[in-house]
């Protein structure tokens, strides 16, 4: 953080400098303090920028210029998911800033970072990564204009990207510019090369070796997808094989210009996950700072267990982003780190330690394997019979680190028989953790995938009767059959059937204890009916639901792509909730006093960067005068938002399905929406480059703050 704990630690300058959104807590949660630690780990000089300045560069500038390459990464969160609602509304409050406080990072900060970064250091490596960078990889829609957009490294103007889990990828690109070697090819990055036309097609000019003679994926251009939006779902369904795969690469053509997809990093064995989580951090903010941080208080007593989920929900980010392998920490490593946390609560007197989750994307999934991978990967190293001193990436590990498997997910429509999740063991786990001495009790906050919870009895009475801290998560989502297979969720039968074991447990227990089921409106599919379909079926159980969101369409899903294009995956027309009037009518449905307060306190119609007539063109959302958003047109642009959703209430009716004029397709029903951001929508699509700087703590143009703003509960993992 400053050039004085550098100098402390015996270095004249840093081989790589990581520029993050997130406050500096030294805890293995936040990305970037993760990758800087583990080159800190592997003999590299790291250091970290948190939360500059984005008026000027001199916050980068505290520590002069790195030796290798500067990291850009938003931080945990999508900058504008941590900024806006459902609804459009700016939150605010920043779990990740000092105090809570919302404004500390800027709208798309992985563009104005980088804007920074090249203003600061001229010619230095610039690697983008972290979650808002990951999941915009490629051509991708923008819920907060209603416009595709095009590869963000396009716009951010870096040289390299680092998508999904970065450590393979990082330390492999300060390996590899130490050694002033070709960059191209790090399996778990992108870049962007020449086009050229082949006789097999449109290819990247400049491949390099490692790819030539692997297998490609070519995605749809990203002028097809603007020509014929279901391109877009086409797209992401061949990114969820190529990421689930492992050993094929991708390229997206882009105007002249290629997007060049690596294959996947390889998960992080046992052995690497536990060096990576026994490294040894403090688990505690900067001293600098005076404030406490939310997210770092509630994860300062949770262990991270594993990594990945087969899940595969069509609106969840983690197949696209962690992967569906599972990477789990060792049972010594874990109840090490146990140890340790009671060690270090006991030392500031407070007594032994309550573990408040010990688990990852979901808590019974540690552990959890493909038998059908593992015997092509015993096989392999069988006929490989790789040394042990080679690194991974060679001898034998291209056949290791490939999956025979083409499902989209381990668990819908039904569990497959491959998928092995030992849940006795992760049992055996949380019991060994709460008998430590150090320990006073362990608990699961993560959340238990349920459909897996029923298939090991033993298992669910101990998550019921041992580990449940009064209330245990769980996330059916919905109700509706259709609506649950367009979620890729088990039907709602076997969430009864849990909810009937989880009751019956408590009670043999002798604790009363509650499930917190998730709950999702709006998604695409979803017509109003199935949102009161939904509503009866709470109110039979008296149930007042608070863990609800109106689905929020984030890049790089199968449900965003759906809400975009308006089909399924089997490419039929499905009814989709598309403007702010249809999604706050359904979340009425479902929450009604809390929908109508929001419906009254929304001010605009459409996007947070509305301006009315004169809206500054080419100018992104953090830019520019700190003029009120709006400012001439607030008052008419209410009121038609008002009578827009008078309208569409009345029009509900007996809705059910698709409002699409006979013989019009899903994009022609868009073009009112298109038409009014095309009048607007220039605001917030300016390169990079040409990003004019905004104070801190800036009022970003959206409607008022909603209060108890809530995250969808699995859009977006760090």
């Known amino acids: 953080m400053s050039v004085e704990e550098m100098h402390a630690l015996g270095w004249d300058c840093l081989d790589v400098l990581f520029v993050t959104g997130d406050a500096y807590v030294d805890h293995s949660s936040f990305g970037s303090v993760l990758l800087a630690r583990w080159l800190i780990h592997h003999g590299f000089r790291a250091g970290i920028v948190a939360q500059p300045r984005w008026d000027k560069p001199d916050d980068l500038l505290v520590m002069g210029r790195p030796r ?54 001229p010619g230095l490596p610039l690697a983008l990564g972290g979650i808002e960078a990951s999941l915009r990889r490629v051509s991708h829609y923008d819920f907060w204009t209603d416009s595709l957009r095009k590869p963000i490294l396009m716009d951010a103007k870096a040289d390299l990207l680092i998508w999904g889990m970065g450590e393979y990828a990082t330390l492999e690109y300060a390996r590899r510019l130490h050694k002033a070697e070709d960059t191209r090819g790090i399996p778990g990055t992108a870049w962007l090369d020449r086009l050229e036309q082949t006789p097999e097609g449109p290819r990247p000019a400049g491949l390099p070796p490692e790819l030539a003679q692997t297998p490609a994926v070519p995605l749809p251009s990203h002028e097809d997808i603007l020509a014929d939006p279901v391109q877009l779902l086409v797209m992401t369904q061949a990114l969820e094989r190529q990421v689930h795969r492992l050993d094929a690469w991708a390229f997206q053509p882009v105007g002249d210009r290629a997007l060049v997809l690596a294959r996947p990093a390889p998960p992080l064995t046992t052995e690497e996950m536990d060096a990576l989580y026994e490294i040894p951090f403090t688990r505690r903010p900067h001293p600098s700072y005076r404030e406490p941080i939310p997210a770092a208080e509630m994860m300062r007593t949770s262990i991270t267990s594993h990594r990945g989920c087969g899940g595969g929900c069509s609106f969840c980010s983690l197949a696209l982003h962690q992967g569906r392998r599972i990477s789990s920490r060792s049972e010594d490593s874990i109840l090490a780190e146990a140890r340790r946390l009671g060690q270090e ?44 001193a080679q690194p991974r990436s060679q001898a034998g590990a291209e056949e290791r680190n490939t ?89 709602l039968e076997v969430f009864e059937a849990f909810l009937a074991s989880f009751i019956r447990q408590s009670k043999a227990a002798g604790r009363e204890q509650y ?157 009112s929406n298109i038409r009014l ?14 990003v004019t700087a905004a104070p801190k703590q800036q009022n970003f143009p959206s409607p008022d703050a909603e209060p108890e703003a809530q995250e969808n509960s699995h859009a977006q993992h760090a």
């Open 515 to 671: 499930v917190v089921p998730y709950l999702l409106s709006g998604f695409p599919g979803c017509t109003d009916n199935d949102m009161r379909t939904l509503a009866n079926w709470l109110r039979e159980r008296n149930w007042n639901p608070r863990q609800t969101q109106c689905f929020i369409p984030t890049p790089g899903t199968i449900a965003t792509a759906m809400f975009y294009c308006g089909k399924n995956e089997a490419g039929e027309d499905i009814y989709v909730a598309r403007t702010d009037a249809q999604r706050l009518r359904q979340h009425g449905i479902l929450m009604p006093g809390r929908s109508s307060a929001e419906g009254r306190r929304q001010g605009r119609p459409n996007r947070p960067d509305k301006q009315g007539k004169k809206a500054a063109a080419e100018k992104d959302a953090t830019a520019g005068k700190r003029t009120a958003p709006g400012r001439g047109t607030a008052k008419s642009a209410t009121t038609a938002t008002r009578r827009n959703t008078r309208r569409a209430a009345a029009a509900a009716g007996e809705q059910t399905g698709p409002t699409i004029p006979q013989g019009q397709t899903v994009p022609g029903a868009r073009q």
């Open 345 to 388: 609560n006991m030392e500031r007197g407070k007594g032994p330690v309550a573990i408040s989750d010990v688990g990852g994307p979901t808590a019974n999934m540690w552990q959890g394997y493909c038998a059908l991978d593992r015997m092509h990967e015993r096989g392999s190293a069988n006929r490989t019979n790789p040394a042990p």
């Open 677 to 690: 951001a095309k009048q607007n929508a220039q605001e917030m699509e300016k390169p990079a480059g040409a």
């Open 403 to 491: 999956s025979r498997c083409r499902r989209t997910s381990c668990c819908y429509p039904t569990i497959c028989k491959f998928f092995t999740t030992p849940q006795g063991k992760h049992v055996g786990l949380l019991r060994s953790v709460a008998a430590l001495p150090e320990v006073k009790q362990a608990r699961i906050a993560s959340g238990v995938r349920a459909d897996l919870a029923l298939r090991d009895a033993a298992a669910l009475a101990a998550y019921t009767g041992e580990f449940t801290g009064g209330q245990l998560k769980v996330a059916p989502e919905h109700c509706a059959p259709g609506v649950l297979s367009l979620m890729r969720k088990p039907p």
């Open 68 to 121: 290798l390459f500067a990291g850009i990464s938003a931080g945990a969160l999508d900058s504008l998911l941590a900024h806006y609602t459902a609804f459009r509304k700016k939150r605010h409050d920043d779990a990740y800033t000092p105090g809570g406080k919302a404004g500390a990072r800027p709208n798309r900060a992985c563009l104005v970072y980088a804007n920074l970064a090249r203003r600061a250091f």
